[in-house]
C-alpha cells in the first residue's frame, strides 16, 4: 500500500490541513534576512525566499536559519499530527505546509520552491529515509556544486528512500510532493538543459 489507511474524521483531517498550511505560508527566508539585515531575497537572484537564494545575500547565516526553519515548518506539522492524531493526519499535514511555503498566504501566494520544507517532511514521516534524501542532496551538491539538481535527484529519489528504508503507505505523498518540486522548478530544468544554470559559491560569508 502507498498510501495510509485514512482513520481520522474529516474535521481533524480539515483541522491537520489548516494549521499546516497557515505554518507552512510562513517564509522564513523573509523573516530572516529582515531580522538580519540584509538584503531582501525576493529582490535578487531568482526572487525565491528558500535557502539557495538567501545564500546569494552573502549571509551564510540567514541562509542556515532559512534552511532549518522552513525544514523545521514541515517537521513539526508532520510530527505534531501524528502524535495527536495519527499517520493520516501527519501526512495531509505534510501535503499543508508543502502547499503553504510554495502558495503562502502571507506573501500573496508567492512561495519558494518547497525543498527544505520537503526534507523536513521526509525527515519527520521517516528519519532514516529522510536522511537517506539528506545525504543524496548533499552528494549531489558536493559533487556539481548546483543547489537545483541536487533538489530534483533528492525529490525523484525518495520514494524509493522511503519504500525501502521505512514507510511505504508515505510512497504517494512523497511523489506527489517530488513531482510539485520538479514543476516549480521547471526555470531550472531548461537551464540545467542549457548548461546555464548558476552554481553554489560555498565561499560567500
Known sequence: ????????????????????YLLGSVSFGIAATKLMGVEDPRKIGSGNSGATNVLRTGSKLAAAATLILDAGKGAVSVAICNSALGGDAAQVAGLAAFLGHLFPIWHGFKGGKGVATFLG??????????LA?????????????????????????SPVWIWALGKPEAV????????????????NIKRLAAGTEPKINFRKR
Open 1 to 20: 500500500m502507498i498510501v495510509p489507511l485514512m482513520d481520522s474524521g474529516a474535521a481533524e483531517l480539515l483541522a491537520a490541513a489548516a494549521g499546516s
Open 172 to 187: 504517494a505523498l512523497c511523489m506527489l510532493l517530488a513531482a510539485l518540486i520538479w514543476a516549480r522548478h521547471a526555470p
Open 133 to 157: 534524501a539528506c545525504l543524496t542532496w548533499l552528494a549531489v551538491a558536493l559533487a556539481f556544486r548546483i543547489s537545483s539538481a541536487s533538489a530534483l535527484v533528492a525529490a525523484a529519489t
Open 121 to 130: 517532511i521526509l525527515l519527520a514521516t521517516d528519519l532514516v529515509a529522510g
